[in-house]
């Protein structure tokens, strides 16, 4: 009985430090390794007078995971572009409601992407098409919204929650 209570401990705080910083710190790899490749590429041309030809392959598509995982950072954050000019129409009372339903507009746009993502992702993974230089499946980098829009969609759920849950709170109004 105490080893599994101290296996249950130990997974809730894995996945407390995932809830944490997942995002940072998949986003921190990503700009590390496009740009330890682009430096080994300037180096290679300037100094060695060649060139990889897969590196700027290799940057554009972590630049493009970088972008998606960065949404989801950016929803957790809660640092999204929001229209506050239209906040301050409505009386101070009411503006929590509005941001919950300006979140949830966001939590339905979510899916809505992430479901076409999915199906893009899926016909890019039946066609077989692989990248020009790495030779990667395509599906790879077109799952990149598929996994973005996922992460964005439980951080705006949460974010939801967070708000219904600090409905009543006074010092909670903008």
Same mark, same amino acid.
């Given at each position: 009985r105490g080893g599994r209570f101290c296996k249950d401990k130990s997974m809730l705080s894995l996945i407390k430090y995932l809830d944490k910083n997942f995002e940072k710190g998949f986003c921190v790899i990503?700009?590390?390794a496009i740009a330890v490749v682009?430096?080994?590429?300037?180096?290679?041309?300037?100094?060695?007078?060649?060139?990889?030809g897969w590196s700027e392959e290799f940057a554009r598509y972590c630049f493009v995971?970088?972008?998606?995982?960065?949404?989801?950072?950016g929803a957790k954050m809660m640092k999204h572009i929001t229209i506050d000019a239209g906040l301050y129409i409505f009386p101070k009372i009411m503006r929590k409601y509005g941001v919950i339903c300006g979140q949830i507009l966001f939590l339905v746009f979510s899916i809505w992407i992430l479901c076409l993502a999915w199906q893009f992702a899926v016909r890019q993974f039946n066609i077989g098409l692989l990248s020009? +230089?790495? @030779?990667?499946?395509?599906? !790879?980098?077109?799952?990149?919204?598929?996994?973005?829009?996922?992460?964005? +969609?439980? @951080?705006?759920?949460?974010? !939801?929650?967070?708000s219904l849950g600090h409905l009543n709170d006074p010092e909670e109004s903008k």
């Open positions: 990503l700009m590390s682009l430096g080994i590429q300037v180096f290679m041309r300037y100094c060695m007078h060649q060139s990889l995971w970088l972008v998606f995982i960065g949404i989801s950072f020009p +230089s790495m @030779r990667i499946p395509m599906w !790879i980098v077109y799952s990149a919204p598929v996994v973005g829009f996922t992460l964005t +969609s439980i @951080r705006v759920i949460q974010a !939801i929650i967070h």
